[in-house]
């Protein structure tokens, strides 16, 4: 599946960007989704999931100001993020793959997008 992510920007701390990640010519369903971050410097991140079940999984850094979720025809999954913070900032990813489970391990998702940046100012 060829996904195509967007949404980023700069925003200033405290703020609120909402990312989005569709799939290209289908639907995600039966799909798993992840988003997952990169920073200047720093190995790539897990940031929040969703199964094609609808669990929703989300890493401790950001619990309680992201949700990850879907719209109904499993078209586009969306990364709202709440009260951002400089630590934020980063290349923003989202990837699927078929398989459940493990969905914190960024090698066993099989299609990526192309990043979309987050800057977030002090």
């Known amino acids: 599946v060829q996904l195509q992510a967007c949404g980023g920007g700069l925003v200033q701390a405290g703020g609120s960007l909402r990312l989005s990640c569709a799939a290209s010519g289908r639907t995600f369903s039966r799909y798993n989704v992840g988003w997952f971050r990169q920073a200047p410097g720093k190995e790539r991140e897990f940031v929040a999931a969703i199964s094609w079940s609808g669990t929703t999984y989300l890493a401790t850094s950001v619990k309680g100001r992201f949700t990850i979720s879907s719209d109904n025809a499993m078209t586009t999954v969306y990364l709202q993020m709440n009260t951002l913070k400089p630590e934020d900032t980063a290349v923003y990813y989202c990837?699927?793959?078929?398989?459940?489970?493990?969905?914190?391990?960024?090698?066993?998702?099989?299609?990526w997008g192309q990043g979309t940046l987050v800057t977030v100012s002090s």
């Open positions: 990837a699927a793959k078929y398989y459940s489970g493990s969905y914190d391990y960024s090698g066993r998702y099989d299609s």
